[in-house]
T-cell receptor
Framework: KNQVEQSPQSLIILEGKNCTLQ??????????LRWYKQDTGRGPVSLTIMTFSENTKSNGRYTATLDADTKQSSLHITASQLSDSASYICVVSFHRSGYSTLTFGKGTMLLVSP | DAGITQSPRHKVTETGTPVTLRCHQTENHRYMYWYRQDPGHGLRLIHYSYGVKDTDKGEVSDGYSVSRSKTEDFLLTLESATSSQTSVYFCAISESRRTGAYEQYFGPGTRLTVT
């Protein structure tokens, strides 16, 4: 069964500090991996998309890494801001009959404290 | 929210009543999706559409039906709402579903409570 596991479930950090969120998956055959940010009461917004051949991708203060051999990804947030408080969702895409189907993790809830 | 609106944004309804949620896009994307989001679960696909009048089931389609009569509108209907359908419903759109790194954009969500 295709699964995406994220850790930790929740995290509290002080403003200005860095943090790293983890994602492990068992999705096969792998197509790509995405990280989304979801603010409270809003829909998810894409941060990065990485294919099999990419092992690092950045979007401002967000840097995602991918190790397709160990089926692990991480999202590193640098110099956190209060606006980074949100749920971060790891999403893995797999092939099926020429189409790409998404499997969503449960998310990591990040709270950035002043 | 990438030119996607959902209506209503909040709804409270009673068990057994029919409910229709609407998703409207201004991006002219071919694919449209309905997801539900519940505590302790990742987003789960209910139904999706790959064109006008073309729809298919997702992983949690029981109790739901959909229709797409225009490119820009995708309706989700709960024929007889149950308490287990209390959830936040998200519409999403994409230009493609072919294998590859296509972007999927999400609407703002509809919070549905079935009492």
């Amino acid at each position: 069964k295709n699964q995406v596991e994220q850790s930790p479930q929740s995290l509290i950090i002080l403003e200005g500090k860095n943090c790293t969120l983890q994602c492990n998956y068992t999705v096969s055959p792998f197509s790509n991996l995405r990280w989304y940010k979801q603010d409270t009461g809003r829909g998810p917004v894409s941060l990065t998309i990485m294919t099999f051949s990419e092992n690092t991708k950045s979007n401002g203060r967000y840097t995602a890494t991918l190790d397709a051999d160990t089926k692990q990804s991480s999202l590193h947030i640098t110099a956190s801001q209060l606006s980074d408080s949100a749920s971060y969702i790891c999403v893995v895409s797999f092939h099926r009959s020429g189409y790409s189907t998404l499997t969503f993790g449960k998310g990591t809830m990040l709270l950035v404290s002043p | 929210d990438a030119g996607i609106t959902q209506s209503p944004r909040h709804k409270v309804t009673e068990t057994g009543t029919p409910v229709t949620l609407r998703c409207h896009q201004t991006e002219n994307h071919r694919y449209m999706y309905w997801y539900r989001q519940d505590p302790g679960h990742g987003l789960r696909l209910i139904h999706y559409s790959y064109g006008v009048k073309d729809t298919d089931k997702g992983e949690v389609s029981d109790g739901y039906s959909v229709s797409r009569s225009k490119t820009e509108d995708f309706l989700l209907t709960l024929e007889s709402a149950t308490s287990s359908q209390t959830s936040v419903y998200f519409c999403a759109i994409s230009e493609s579903r072919r294998t590859g790194a296509y972007e999927q954009y999400f609407g703002p969500g509809t919070r549905l409570t079935v009492t």
